[in-house]
């Protein structure tokens, strides 16, 4: 997904393999809930006929673009016809509705086949397509779609297909089966569907459940009164009553009606469950596939949460799946992740453990959610085939994934067909082999088995397909009826179109390779008449034959020009698709096409209010306006235009909200995942026109991102010279070190608007140095320098500031530049994290008073030597902290001046957090009442909900979390009236 300013791509270096999959605790786990971790030995193999085979080579394959461009829109989902011509979705918005496209290969053209009007919040749009399995004949066509009703629901609908004009006729449509959602916030819809050989109809809900507030990147099981039901997904994927976080099977009839078949997980007239449902307990099981030649076995990608580590007391790493199912079952969300590992029954009120799931046993977890309206007792759960584990996968390292961002998408096993007819067809190294695909990691691998048979053996080996060919975001793929792989990418956006974003075929060549056409062009839009200047820049033979070129403007089929680069004037309206045809002379072409709207020019937005690059708190609202201008719409009244902010989570997003231009605020919420986790969020504004005579609408975006104030050292867009290395009191789990003199690293896209300072958390055993940050270049403009001296050890950390001194508010990279003097190979010092102080171009949340703020305080005490008073915690200022000393029990109370009815306090815990606090009121500073307590905290932010009267709030610790240092709060913030 797109970003104005892409993130240093962090997925790992591929690894061959070779793991078994098991059941597995938590670590420390003694309960029932979670089985003691086995030690693993391999089966013996007994391996396919394809496996003696020797692996193709890459460069035996072509990558061919069918379509591509800002014209597709936001890709989500394909088909294959029987012909050949490819159906491929676009999710679409509220207000332009979603598409049908259709490629024609006799043609090389794509043309719309469907427009539906749709509410399209967050992952809501149009998510999901498929053939009817005897579409030759029925000519019927599935959609997964989430119309424009109250109340709301999720719907599939069967279209029919007009094979003489290439449409979907809207007025064909029969609802087949719609179920109850909610929109309130995001996420996870899934929305895939496939078939099995009986004709039964396999569709994915996600679990329809925010993954932050404060579950913390775990299990979302908040069961508090008040809170949204959305982040409790007990209400949805624990559910038995309830469709959504299922994979649900129903037999579609003539008629347009549904009947369910046999074998489901629950039989027909089972109380308080819904017999539709064949798997259960998944959390956004993204693309399904069933293999129809193996008893029809089920296929899934699961994406799991966002936990950057495990959190002893509640669970592991996040785990993100690839599943087999050869009949129905409970794989475990929100209970269990990955091999059956168990989360911690979590009790949001008192933010304390109740206990652990249990999974894997014989008795599956017990549902008693206020939201569950399903069975209590839920059936066993069942391990994923194969995992990815954010920061490190053990049992699997060719899946390792260091760097958290995982998102299983399609899997599918290939069927060679030796008989078919098709010189493009993959080889029959292939067949059997179990296909997977990574939509945040840009890859595809195979997965192969100890018996050569993906439905029934275990996993063994997993190596990487089609290594070094370039993937933006695969978001779908499947065979083709000719053998080759059709693939989906969604580019580079967030919640949008993007200029990368292409449907493709992968042929395998022999005896050559076809060439690779490029083209561009200077506009791609306009009025009659209008001359575009085209260009074959970047068009190649990877066999080095030379190449010609020919150029058909108005994709009628006919040559217009045989030029490199030519120029061509078109005097018509319409949608043209300008086509480049490169030949090697061998007789192997390749093409590509240019969209060229004649006749409408597209929109010009803005956005205003937030710089790109600005840095926000967590917990504040932004808020911006938007506009656009449109040469035939005329003016665009504000309420036109859509504003979306995404929160993005490494190379992924989800939507937070949406609104229109006259002003849209939205909150950034409490930090979404751990620190060693990428994050920032997106805003976008969009507006599409009214289209005008003979020709398409287009849409304009304007789009930009937007930073924490707080980064890791590590998350980097450029290195020159520092190493990352790992360390386990660093705020990420890592930090840069070795630092030579001269040294730098670069970020993306910065604004310093309301930045006054910087604040560096550093050690050193050596001299020191000097921290530089400069706009632009390593020698630009200084804006900020933090003098570094020796801490007394490499894991010796402290926090040093600068003021700011910056030019403007404008958006720049940003270099930090090391120096210092190098005694031999010795580091200046280590860099853990950056913290930008000062309001930023965030604002706390409308309606809300920080009652502390600038109050008196009183502390037990005051960390030796050291100015960390209590005043610090309630001074606003994100750089400067109350630290204690080192002992238990330590105490901070601050006087609100007068009694208040208290609802919130916040708490944002220094490294040195308290494992075990109470938070008090009093009216007299003497007689205390609790109403808040833990013994199990984390750290990080505690956005605690709290009912209290008084004019005193006390935060009284009573175990520290690191038994070296005492107790340190950069704020305590108190709410209410």
Request: some cysteine; overall charge negative; glycine content about 12%.
């Amino acid at each position: 997904m797109p970003s104005s300013a892409r993130l240093r791509k962090l997925a790992g270096a591929v690894v061959l393999a070779l793991a078994a999959t098991a059941t597995a605790g938590v670590a420390g786990t003694t309960t029932a809930s979670a089985s003691t971790p086995k030690t693993l030995s391999l089966p013996s193999s007994s391996l396919s006929s394809s496996a003696a085979l020797a692996p193709p080579p890459a460069s035996g394959f072509e990558k061919v673009k069918l379509d591509g461009g800002l014209s597709m829109g936001e890709p989500i989902e394909l088909s294959v016809l029987p012909d050949g011509k490819v159906l491929y979705i676009n999710r679409g918005s509220t207000s332009g509705g979603g598409q049908v496209r259709l490629y024609n290969p006799a043609t090389k053209a794509t043309t719309v086949a469907l427009t539906l009007q749709l509410d399209a919040r967050f992952e809501d749009g149009l998510i999901g397509i498929t053939p009817h399995p005897q579409f030759a004949t029925n000519h019927w066509v599935f959609l997964f779609y989430s119309p424009k009703v109250t109340p709301l629901v999720n719907r599939i609908s069967r279209f029919t297909f007009n094979t003489s004009t290439n449409v979907l006729d809207p007025a064909s449509e029969d609802m087949i089966i719609e179920w109850p959602t909610e929109r309130d916030l995001c996420c996870h819809s899934a929305g895939s569907m496939t078939w099995d050989s009986n004709n039964n109809l396999y569709f994915a809900v996600g679990d329809n459940t925010n993954s932050g507030g404060d579950s913390a990147g775990m299990a979302p099981i908040d069961e508090r009164t008040g809170r949204s039901p959305q982040y409790d997904a007990q209400r949805t994927a624990g559910n038995t009553n309830d469709l959504r976080g299922k994979i649900n099977r129903i037999h579609p009839e003539s008629n347009g009606t549904y009947t369910v078949p046999a074998g489901n997980l629950f039989p027909a007239g089972t109380a308080q469950t819904r017999p539709e449902i064949y798997i259960m307990g998944t959390r956004n099981p993204y693309r399904i596939w069933v293999d129809k030649q193996a008893a029809n076995t089920l296929y899934w990608g699961e994406v799991g949460p966002d936990a950057g580590a495990t959190i002893a007391n509640r669970g592991p790493a996040a785990y993100d799946e690839f599943n087999r199912a050869t009949g129905p079952g409970n794989y475990g969300w929100p209970y269990c992740g990955g091999p059956n590992v168990a989360y911690n029954d979590w009790d949001f009120a008192a933010n304390a453990p109740r206990g652990w799931f249990p999974c894997g046993g014989s008795a599956g977890p017990v549902n008693n959610s206020p939201r569950n309206t399903g069975l209590q007792q839920l059936p066993p759960t069942k391990p994923a085939l194969v995992w990815e584990q954010h920061g490190g996968s053990k049992e699997w390292p060719a899946l390792d994934n260091p760097g958290g961002c995982g998102a299983p998408n399609h899997t599918e096993v290939y069927h060679y067909n030796a008989g078919l007819n098709s010189p493009n067809k993959w080889p029959a190294y292939y067949d059997n082999k179990w296909l997977i695909s990574e939509y945040c990691r840009n890859w595809i691998k195979e997965v192969q088995f100890n018996n050569g048979n993906p439905s029934t053996g275990t996993p063994t080996v997993i190596e990487p397909v089609l290594a070094g060919m370039n993937l933006v975001h695969p978001i779908d793929m499947e065979f083709g009826p000719d053998g080759s792989l059709y693939l989906l990418e969604y580019g580079s956006g967030y919640f949008s179109g993007a200029a990368d974003a292409g449907l493709y075929k992968i042929n395998y060549v022999q005896g050559g390779r076809s060439p690779v056409a490029v083209a561009s062009s200077d506009k791609d839009n306009g009025l009659t008449p209008l001359t575009v200047a085209f260009s074959s820049a970047g068009s190649s033979d990877p066999d080095g034959d030379p190449l010609t070129y020919a150029w058909d403007f108005d994709n009628n089929g006919a040559t217009d020009s045989t030029a490199a680069n030519p120029s061509f004037t078109y005097t018509t309206n319409g949608d043209k698709r300008a086509r480049l045809t490169v030949n090697d002379g061998t007789g192997r072409t390749g093409t590509t096409l240019i969209p060229v709207v004649v006749g409408n020019n597209r929109p010009t937005l803005s956005l205003s209010g937030l710089p790109a690059g600005g840095t926000y708190s967590w917990g504040d609202d932004l808020t911006a306006t938007a506009g656009a201008t449109d040469p035939q719409d005329g003016t665009v009244p504000c309420a036109s235009v859509v504003v979306r902010a995404a929160l993005g989570h490494q190379e992924h997003a989800h939507e937070e909200g949406q609104g229109t231009g006259c002003g849209f605020t939205v909150n950034t919420g409490p930090i979404h995942a751990g620190l060693d986790a990428v994050q920032f969020f997106v805003m976008r504004s969009s507006y599409t026109d009214k289209g005008a005579p003979g020709t398409v609408a287009l849409t304009g975006e304007k789009e930009i991102t937007l930073w924490p104030k707080q980064w890791q050292a590590e998350h980097y867009v450029q290195l020159n010279g520092p190493k990352v290395v790992d360390q386990a009191a660093a705020e990420g789990g890592k930090r840069l070190g070795d630092i030579q003199s001269g040294e730098w690293v670069r970020h993306h896209a910065v604004s310093l608007k309301g930045i006054t300072g910087i604040k560096a958390r550093v050690s050193s055993a050596n001299a020191g140095g000097t921290l530089s940050f400069r706009f632009d270049s390593p020698t630009g403009p200084e804006v900020a320098r933090i003098a570094v001296a020796g801490t007394g050890g490499w894991d010796n950390y402290v926090e040093l500031t600068a003021p700011v001194t910056k030019p403007d508010d404008g958006t720049h990279d940003l270099y930090i530049v090391f120096s210092g003097v190098n005694t031999g190979t010795n580091a200046l010092y280590d860099i853990d994290s950056y913290t930008f102080t000062g309001p930023g171009v965030s604002t706390p949340p409308t309606g809300t008073t920080d009652l502390a703020r600038g109050r008196p305080t009183t502390v037990s005490s005051v960390e030796t030597g050291n100015v960390l008073v209590g005043a610090n915690a309630v001074d606003g200022d994100p750089a400067t902290r109350w630290g204690s000393a080192y002992t238990d029990p330590q105490w901070i109370t601050v006087d609100l001046g007068a009694s208040h009815s208290i609802n919130r306090v916040r708490l944002n815990w220094e490294a040195a957090y308290a494992r075990a606090y109470q938070v008090q009121t009093s009216p007299d500073n003497s007689a205390w009442t609790t109403v808040f307590s833990t013994t199990s905290g984390d750290g990080g932010v505690d956005d605690l909900t709290v009912t209290g009267t008084g004019r005193y709030v006390r935060v009284y610790g009573t175990q520290r979390a690191l038994s070296p240092y005492g107790y340190s709060l950069w704020d305590l913030n108190v709410y209410g009236t």
